[in-house]
């Protein structure tokens, strides 16, 4: 890794991003613990103060939180606020008290105002109005960074807050009524091609535009910034390249031999029009992307069905 440390602590393991930082961590030969809502509920202080004292780690990589699609974001904003708000809080307050060396904030893109100038530069932070459909979550994930921010300031920590582009891959959430746009999407054209229903529905025009990181090159930027970056005020990971949901539709159903029609239904909201991070910081402290979007959602696609067979079997 560069630097010797003897312990480093995974929150929100399972998940998404947080088992891709693990595996990392696992294969570089560090020594590692991944916790889940199984060791701690990290809304609880009481039960985040004991699983900080219990490993005393050197390092926090932070992948735990309540996320979700742009439907239950704009249903549940009470869930997103209070959840995301009580983890970090309780989980920066315990690192603070175990003297954690250097602490990851994992915070989203979605932090940057819904018009944006694009692509979306990290000075652009609170220049302007959220995208209502997902405000309370972000309002989170920004007091997230500026409590990261008030610990550098007043006890001089090197602790940092990463600001990712939408992710994608193995572990994610396929749930159709709580996910994401491309496990969403997965999930739908999987099943019609198994099924040889001949449409599928996206929600939307199909007209706004994402940029999408593979999990596997989030978590090596993730480590990248531990080892490269420190400052106030967050740093984005992206790819530096997007397209349009309905590219993104039409990719996923070659990719899954769906050979169906295809309704955009603009009764649901597209939400942000385009949401393009500037990655010219990261890239010039010498860390870029390199799963192309087709790749990662074939591999993505390979291990959902996969998993989807295991369970067929059990």
């Keep these: 890794m560069g ?13 998404l991003v947080g088992s891709a ?3 990392k961590l696992i294969d570089s030969g560090v020594k590692v613990v991944g916790t889940t809502r199984n060791d701690a509920d990290l809304r609880s202080e009481a ?37 995301n708000i009580e983890i ?7 690192s603070h008290g175990v003297q954690v060396e250097k602490f990851v904030f994992l915070g989203s893109s979605c932090i940057y105002p819904k018009l944006a100038p694009q692509p979306i530069s990290e000075s652009y932070l609170m220049s302007g109005p959220l995208e209502p459909t997902n405000s309370s979550y972000a309002m989170a994930k920004i007091a997230g960074i500026q409590l990261v921010n008030s610990y550098r300031k007043q006890f001089g920590h090197s602790w940092i807050s990463v600001m990712p582009t939408n992710v994608y891959g193995p ?15 997965i999930n739908k054209f999987v ?69 169906g029609s295809i309704r955009f239904n603009e009764y649901f ?7 393009l991070l500037d990655v010219s910081k990261i890239n010039e402290l010498g860390w870029e992307a390199t799963t192309s979007l087709q790749m990662g959602l074939k591999m993505t696609i390979e291990w959902y069905i996969s998993i989807l067979k295991s369970r067929e079997v059990s």
Aim: hydrophobic share 40%; aromatic share 10%.
């Design 47 to 83: 039960e985040t103060t004991a699983l900080l004292n219990f490993y005393k780690p050197k390092v926090v990589i932070d992948c735990a939180a309540k996320v979700g699609g742009i439907k239950v974001n704009d249903s549940l904003p009470v869930d997103f606020f209070l959840e």
């Design 21 to 23: 930082v693990l595996k």
């Design 88 to 94: 970090q809080n309780n989980l920066l307050k315990a």
């Design 3 to 15: 630097w010797n440390l003897t312990e480093y602590l995974v929150t929100g393991s399972s998940g």
């Design 191 to 259: 099943d019609a091609a198994a099924s040889g229903h001949p449409e599928v529905e996206v929600w939307g025009s199909g007209n706004a535009r994402r940029e999408f990181i593979y999990s596997d090159d989030l978590a090596s930027g993730i480590l990248f910034c531990l080892e490269s970056y420190n400052q106030d005020g967050p740093i984005n990971v992206g790819t530096g390249q997007d397209l349009t949901i309905r590219e993104l539709a039409y990719l996923i159903a070659e990719l899954t031999g769906f050979r």
């Design 171 to 185: 572990n994610d959430n396929f749930n159709l009524e709580t996910s994401h746009v491309i496990p969403a999407l």
């Design 269 to 275: 909201p597209d939400g942000t029009p385009r949401k």
